[in-house]
């Protein structure tokens, strides 16, 4: 059977190269509004950090009516970071649209995402974007592309993909870079025609590959995949099984099928091959299972999903000041949450810690894990994070590490600046070449030499460079290297932050908290420029004394106070120190709190 009414295709492309404004484009002009309805800019970027961040952290499912046809987009981040949505969803399409910038031309994580679909052996349509960028450069942009195909070992018949050029913002596409687009049916025609259609036997048992999972508080766990083979009825008994795994298949009734028809799913009572659908009834599922039908179990072998690269350790939040702004703060509470995620996060991997109350949560880097801890702050989960570590392979007895292929685009006064400070951290220099009036440098370099560096990098290039990581394999070990160059500034009592403490303190290095900011021993209250940590007093108060002049306090002048996000303090933190993370406070302390025992522990390092 194949279903000429349908088509089943994923957009593909490197970090705010216009994915979601292009699918933006699709829906408005597939019907998926009502006339007059009020629409919103990326709508598919559906939770709150996804629009804070405006990048895609989630790949979704949407569907468009063009003419008879029904066309299944699944939209993609674009972030080297959540690679992992990227593939499991792979298994799900027939072809893939490939996005590239009209000025900023194939970058890392387009070569990852575009090898990826290849080594399915998926259909690809180029879609040049953002063509009416001032500083587009169309035939150079093409020429790259044809030269990351051939890098890439592409088919003749991939070599001789279609090509169009489009404006997602405009919503207008042509086959030509010399011809105006009017609207996106070139792109739709073109989906139609060059990606194609499902194929399978509709009389054959129900084989349907699990690539997604959902959860909804009614109906509990909701499996999204592509039927393979077979029809898939509500009421049906089905059977669950995993071919990576060795446990017997458990049986399961099939409760609710939903369909997806624009931005939302409607309820369906069968679907049959090459449907995407949702279903509910299954307990327990998990990406990567198979629902086959009772009398023939046959599960579908699972895309394998690249492994994580860095790790972290969570642990309960053991400061002073536990359990006063957090909701959920034991290890189960914690422990239970990992588990959720594990469920719909392929790339994510959470093992015991070295102690009861911590676990070691390895993922893709550090965008990854901080999006993670994010979400579990917004949620009402209190914790302590430790600096991220690389994760180390041993390869026919020799230390292996991960490596970056590094992409920065950086104004041509800043060139020297950058690649003296990567030659400092073990970079190895790979191509340099003009792209307009900027210059782009590409490097390879030790995934953990990479840690604190971004913020450096935006101070260098005041603001205007753009940095892109992308994991590139394991190379032997390239030696030790010291990445952080500044100490700390430790409180010493417990207390309130006065402005006579800070005014005294404020000498001594960079502050990251303000006045009346509660404090307490070994919490990090500021940076030090020297390579050193220097415990300081800020809750320190004015001695009275017998003289006094109105307004001496106000006369004393603070620089205003550096507040770390997230990320800034995952890259700030050193080996002995931990981010305590609250609903309502990021702070930064020592893990031993106490300056006594600390320094008696330093010591007996120092000594070893």
Do not use: W
């Amino acid at each position: 059977m194949i279903r000429e009414d349908l088509r089943n295709v994923a957009i593909i492309a490197h970090v705010d190269h216009g994915k979601t404004t292009l699918v933006d484009g699709m829906l408005q002009q597939g019907g998926a509004y009502h006339e007059n309805q009020a629409t919103t800019d990326r709508v598919m970027d559906s939770n709150d950090l996804e629009k804070e961040r405006g990048i895609t952290i989630l790949a979704k499912n949407t569907a468009i009516r063009y003419g008879d046809k029904k066309i299944n987009v699944i939209d993609t981040p674009g972030h080297a970071d959540f690679g992992g949505e990227v593939e499991r969803i792979l298994k799900m399409v027939n072809g893939v649209i490939l996005l590239v910038d009209a000025a900023e031309g194939p970058m890392p994580q387009t070569r990852f995402v575009l090898q990826k679909a290849m080594e399915i052996g998926h259909r690809i349509i180029v879609v040049v974007n953002k063509i009416d960028r001032p500083d587009a450069r169309i035939q150079e942009v093409i020429d790259e592309v044809l030269e990351l195909l051939i890098d890439l070992n592409a088919t003749d018949d991939q070599l001789d993909s279609p090509m169009l050029f489009c404006s997602g913002r405009s919503g207008t596409a042509s086959l030509s870079p010399d011809v105006e687009g009017k609207d996106l049916i070139p792109l739709l025609d073109t989906i139609v025609d060059y990606i194609p259609a499902p194929e399978g036997e509709e009389d054959e048992p129900l084989q349907l590959l699990v690539s997604s999972v959902d959860y909804s508080d009614y109906v509990g766990k909701i499996g999204v995949g592509r039927i393979e083979r077979g029809t898939l009825r509500v009421g049906q008994e089905v059977s669950v099984c995993n071919y990576h795994s060795n446990e017997k298949p458990r049986r399961a009734k099939i409760i609710s099928i939903y369909q997806f028809d624009g931005l939302s799913r409607s309820a369906t009572q069968s679907a049959t091959v090459g449907d995407i659908v949702c279903f509910s009834g299954v307990e327990e599922v998990s990406i990567g299972d198979t629902i086959c039908a009772t009398d023939c179990v046959e599960p579908l072998e699972f895309v394998k999903v690249s492994e994580p690269t860095m790790e972290m350790t969570f642990q309960v939040n053991d400061s002073p000041f536990a359990g006063q702004e957090g909701k959920f703060v034991t290890s189960r509470q914690i422990r239970a949450r990992l588990e959720k995620e594990l469920l719909k996060d392929v790339s994510l991997r959470v093992s015991d810690g070295e102690t009861t109350d911590s676990f070691k949560v390895a993922g893709r880097g550090e965008m990854h894990l901080s999006i993670l801890i994010e979400n579990m702050r917004r949620e009402g989960y209190e914790l302590c994070c430790s600096t991220p570590r690389v994760l180390y392979k041993e390869i026919d007895g020799i230390l292996h590490e991960p490596m970056e292929r590094v992409s920065i685009d950086v104004p041509e006064e800043s060139e020297g600046t950058v690649m003296q400070k990567l030659g400092a951290r073990k970079g190895e220099f790979v191509d340099m070449s003009k792209v307009g009036t900027r210059t782009r440098i590409e490097y390879l370099i030790p995934s953990r030499c990479l840690l604190g560096y971004r913020s450096e990098f935006m101070t260098d290039t005041k603001g205007e460079g753009v940095l892109n990581t992308l994991f590139d394999g394991y190379q032997p070990f390239k030696g030790d290297v010291v990445t952080r160059f500044t100490g700390s500034l430790i409180a010493s009592e417990t207390g309130e932050a006065t402005s006579y403490g800070l005014f005294n303190t404020q000498d001594r290095g960079a502050m990251f908290i303000g006045v009346q900011t509660p404090v307490y021993e070994g919490m990090i209250v500021g940076e030090c420029p020297k390579q050193e940590d220097i415990v300081v007093n800020v809750c320190k108060k004015k001695h009275l004394t017998a003289v006094r002049s109105k307004g001496a306090d106000e006369a004393l002048i603070l620089v205003p106070p550096r507040i770390l996000s997230l990320e800034q303090a995952i890259e700030y933190i050193a080996d002995d120190e931990l981010i305590e993370v609250t609903p309502k406070s990021i702070r930064l302390r020592k893990r031993i709190l106490n300056t006594e025992l600390r320094l008696k522990a330093q010591a007996k390092l120092n000594k070893a």
